[in-house]
């Protein structure tokens, strides 16, 4: 009995042992293996170590330096890579599940071309590097790393954001390539879309100043721009926008055009306040003497602003009366106040014309008042030119004096060698044409004019002895007792048919002493025709009448042979 008792305790316990050493073999079959992510229940946490259980013999440990965003509590589920054993249990990474888990995102990312999260850690040559979770660093282009240009690469670091997957392999190696612009792009035309959706024009909205630009400033309206002109700052003159608002302010506007088509949003400050110009013709009239203050000066005139919003532009040409205007700012400056006078208008297109001339007295209309003809005035020589010289009579009022009107006997043949600018003269009004805004005055006419009295003095057919003042290639000029300077023309050089005209004319040179014949005189062009082949003939003449008239006296009788002796002789 006590055997049977026995040998039944034996093979009871034979059988626990079997069991036992069966649920250990599957135990043992069901442990993960190195290599596998494996999830655990964080038993302890020491200074060195988060301590899981993930169902081994022992606990697995994790370095406490691989929990980046913070140490788990005690009960808290992690995920861990088991990467083999030692004596003291198994071995985990929490960091390689990390970025075996993050890889997978980011090829499924990848493949279906959505963004995945990452962290800009590190500035490159052309760009920068991006943490996405694996142990490879992405690159990230600078021309693809915002919306706008950047313009200060380090304000980007550490900046968490969403990327898209341009690329990811290179060579069959991991070697990926994102870009954050193209992801900022869609939220920003989410965004914008959502805006066209729901505003109108006439609606306010809140912005922020964001930039400048010569023509205006762009607003920030909450991830998209809108564009507040300079012309929309104000009804009245803007010169530069941030004298309206400051870069950072955060402003309410009207928003006056949308254009979903051209993604285009046009915001005012001005619309906030009433135009000006519907009481326009309320204030202002044609002709009327307005005072106002000029704002621009531009080549061809300037602008001068009536009141806060009512711009007009004066002309070039309608500066002055008498004065020509080059440039603008020879008569006014900006900020100075002004009179003008209002010459037309269009509401419609809001511009005014404006002359400063008008809004004065014309001097034109009185000139021929002040100046009368023979009136004898002084004046300042101003101006030479090639014909004649400018001078200053009076404030903007010049006359001009042609090269033939300085002297009544010398050819002028150019003023500048007779006058010289700043030079005080007297002349006389000879022209005042106050339609054609032209006088005209003559340094001569203060004198009697000598060849009036030199054509009493000698009539055609007188000699007179003068002197060779010039030497040319169609005759010689010759001046007489009283300055009147003559020609004696080739042909009327010599009566010798065999000598040429070159030869004759070598016998004289300047300052020689010649009489001549009076051939012409013509007053009214200033004009006398000298001969000497006239004069010798004169002179033959008049010796045969003398012999002639002193062989009557002899005895009465006179041949034609005395006569060629007399010319011979």
């Known amino acids: 009995m006590e055997e049977m008792e026995v040998e039944k305790e034996v093979a009871q316990n034979s059988k626990g042992d079997f069991q036992a050493q069966l649920e250990e073999s599957l135990k043992e079959f069901n442990a993960p293996q190195a290599g596998q992510l494996v999830e655990g229940v964080v038993i302890q946490v020491t200074n060195d170590f988060v301590y899981v259980d993930i169902g081994d013999k022992s606990e697995g440990l994790i370095p406490v330096s691989e929990f980046a965003e913070g140490l788990p509590k005690e009960g808290d589920t992690v995920q861990a890579l088991l990467t083999g054993h030692n004596p003291n249990g198994p071995v985990l990474s929490k960091k390689k599940a990390d970025s075996k888990r993050y890889l997978k995102e980011v090829q499924q990312a990848w493949k279906d071309k959505t963004p995945i999260d990452g962290v800009i850690s590190k500035i490159v040559k052309s760009g920068y590097e991006v943490n996405l979770g694996i142990d490879k660093a992405a690159f990230l282009p600078i021309s693809q790393a915002d919306a706008d240009k950047v313009e200060k690469p380090e304000s980007l670091l550490g900046l968490k954001s969403k990327f898209y997957i341009e690329r990811l392999y290179s060579d069959n190696k991991l070697n990926p390539v994102v870009n954050r612009r193209k992801y900022l792009e869609e939220q920003i035309d989410s965004k914008r879309n959502e805006f066209f959706a729901s505003t109108q024009i006439g609606d306010t909205v809140k912005g922020t100043v964001k930039s400048f630009t010569s023509f205006g400033a762009f607003i920030d309206l909450g991830g998209f721009d809108g564009l507040l002109h300079i012309n929309d700052m104000s009804w009245g003159h803007v010169a530069r926008p941030k004298d309206f608002v400051k870069k950072g302010q955060e402003i309410e506007l009207k928003v006056i055009r949308l254009d ?178 032209k006088i005209k005055v003559g340094i001569k006419q203060l004198t009697d004019n000598p060849w009036k009295a030199f054509a009493e003095e000698y009539k055609p057919g007188s000699t007179l002895e003068g002197e060779v003042t010039s030497i040319t290639d169609f005759g010689l000029f010759v001046k007489a007792p009283n300055g009147i300077e003559g020609l004696v023309n080739k042909a009327n050089l010599t009566d010798e048919k065999d000598v040429t005209f070159e030869d004759a004319i070598a016998k004289y040179k300047v300052g020689d002493k010649v009489n001549v014949y009076v051939v012409d005189v013509k007053v009214d062009r200033e004009q006398v025709g000298f001969s000497i082949r006239e004069f010798k003939r004169k002179q033959q003449r008049d010796e045969i009448s003398q012999y002639m008239d002193s062989s009557d006296d002899d005895n009465g009788s006179y041949t034609l042979g005395d006569a060629f002796k007399a010319q011979k002789n």
């Open 260 to 437: 979903p088509a051209e993604k285009r949003i046009n915001l005012s400050l001005k619309h906030f306040a009433e135009d000006p110009w519907i009481h326009f013709e309320e204030k202002y009239h044609l002709n009327d003497i307005v005072k106002g203050k000029v704002t621009k000066l531009t080549e061809f005139g300037a602008f001068v602003e009536l009141e806060e919003g009512i711009e007009g532009l004066v002309h070039i040409s309608e500066f002055s009366w008498t004065k020509k205007v080059n440039k603008p700012g020879d008569m006014v400056s900006v900020g100075q106040e002004v009179e003008a006078m209002i010459l037309g208008y269009d509401i419609q297109e809001g511009r005014v014309s404006l002359g400063f001339k008008q809004a004065t007295e014309n001097p034109w209309d009185t000139i021929t008042e002040k100046y009368p003809l023979g009136t004898k005035v002084k004046g300042k020589v101003v101006k030479t030119t090639n014909i004649g010289a400018f001078i200053a009579l009076d404030d903007g009022i010049d006359a001009f004096l042609h090269a033939d009107d300085i002297s009544w006997t010398k050819k002028i043949k150019h003023p500048g060698s007779e006058l010289t600018v700043g030079q005080e003269i007297e002349a006389v009004v000879i022209e005042c044409d106050a339609e054609a805004h």
